[in-house]
């Protein structure tokens, strides 16, 4: 695995968002013919995003030699439903893919509950080795806090502007994310164990 800056793994995350977020922005108020049809700027957004993702994706993958499921999941549901509301010129589906994703997430960590395996770890486990309890707190937590981010997405999909999705979608999950991840941080100290005797990820929780 090569060594990058400190920078280049949040930029690879972020960017295809920023650039989502900066076309939208752009072309907002406007309409462009392309193949025949006029389109929106959610859609030329839409449109930039998936091969943006697709690159960020892609050099993620030369530099660190891996990918996540998640980060394979995301992919696949971005092109799919990004893909529909391109070929439809339907804003719906590409605003109905964070909803799916989270209750996918949240799915997948109620199924590591279940069968007591610590699949969280095998994802975080480097940055934050803990002991078994504090992955299982942290796992049923991220399960819930999942649940509710779809409930928020379908909140204000349904209901808002497509401005005021964008903004939430650009600045609003991010900076959520960051505010679980933070409120955790005393769980993180409570089971913290020295790297030296983590325990392997995949281990029974």
Same mark, same amino acid.
């Given at each position: ?11 690879? =995350? ?27 700027? /959610? ?82 486990? =480097? ?17 819930? /806090? ?48 020295? =790297? ?10």
């Amino acid at each position: 695995m090569q060594t990058t800056r400190p920078w280049v793994k949040p930029a690879l =995350e972020f960017g295809p968002l920023i650039v989502f977020f900066a076309v939208f922005m752009l072309y907002r108020n406007d309409t462009v013919v392309m193949w025949g049809r006029d389109y929106g700027g /959610f859609i030329l957004a839409t449109l930039a995003f998936i091969p943006a993702l697709f690159l960020a994706t892609a050099v993620q993958w030369r530099l660190t030699g891996k990918l996540s499921p998640m980060q394979v999941a995301t992919l696949v549901l971005v092109t799919v439903f990004g893909g529909l509301s391109i070929w439809l010129n339907d804003p719906r589906f590409f605003k109905l893919k964070p909803t799916i994703i989270y209750v996918l997430f949240a799915a997948i960590l109620g199924a590591s509950l279940a069968l007591r395996r610590n699949w969280l770890g095998a994802v975080l486990g =480097e940055a934050l080795p803990m002991d078994a309890h504090g992955w299982r707190k942290l796992t049923a937590r991220m399960a819930v /806090f999942f649940l509710v981010l779809a409930l928020a997405n379908e909140v204000i999909w349904r209901s808002m502007s497509d401005s005021t999705w964008v903004w939430f979608k650009t600045f609003g999950l991010p900076i959520l994310l960051f505010a679980f991840l933070l409120g955790n941080a005393r769980l993180y100290r409570d089971h913290a164990l020295p =790297e030296a005797a983590a325990k392997d990820d995949d281990a029974p929780l």
